[in-house]
């Protein structure tokens, strides 16, 4: 069991690093200024671009909500990386400060394992919101179209605010890891990359 713990972070490791470097061109672009040449700020504009491209894929009917709509987002969102990287002339990789890269890396490791660790003594999925955001991030796990049916009243659409949830299924969807599983490892993701993003804000302002 504690091989496939480690595994699982690994893999949410491995995917929140992917698609914070496929997202290094925009984030050099916009955040230029910053010591890390926005390498903090890539990984949550990865993953935001990414679900979003995929939302207004669905919402628009052009493809079904499944993984081959994320990878059809993956890959106009490649794209317009590489056009701003081919505009802006930015030579990301020589600019890249790999200090500061390799400190958030560990910082992010570090809080994702440390706050899992604290979930794994109260992963039951009830009180507070925790059972309806389980049940709206299974319902867009097993939906093919957008709006998703609310669970509450079969037969209509949810009347709910739900992007969060759709990053988060998303996030599903790309590891394969079971729901009642990754949606303790999605919170502390989240935890994660928010304590990134305070280092990165807090590094730019020190320096």
Request: proline share 4%; aromatic share 18%; glycine share 6%.
């Amino acid at each position: 069991m504690f091989v496939d713990h480690i595994a699982w972070l690994a893999l949410i490791w491995s995917v929140i690093c992917v698609l914070g470097w496929i997202s290094l061109p925009v984030g050099q672009a916009l955040f230029r200024a910053s010591s890390d040449r926005g390498y903090a700020y890539a990984k949550i504009l990865g993953l935001f671009a990414i679900s979003y491209i995929t939302f207004v894929l669905s919402t628009l009917k052009i493809t079904p909500l499944s993984i081959y709509a994320i990878f059809i987002g993956i890959l106009i969102w490649v794209t317009i990386n590489y056009f701003v990287a081919k505009k802006t002339n930015i030579p990301i990789v020589k600019e890249i400060p790999w200090r500061k890269v390799i400190i958030t890396e560990i910082i992010f490791i570090i809080f994702l394992s440390g706050f899992t660790l604290i979930r794994s003594y109260g992963p039951e999925i009830y009180e507070i919101e925790r059972f309806m955001d389980f049940g709206i991030i299974q319902n867009l796990r097993n939906s093919t179209s957008l709006p998703i049916e609310d669970f509450w009243f079969s037969g209509e659409p949810i009347n709910y605010y739900y992007f969060g949830h759709f990053y988060s299924a998303i996030m599903i969807r790309l590891t394969g890891i079971m729901p009642a599983v990754s949606y303790n490892l999605i919170l502390s993701t989240v935890f994660s990359l928010t304590f990134v993003q305070v280092f990165s804000i807090g590094s730019n302002l020190y320096s």
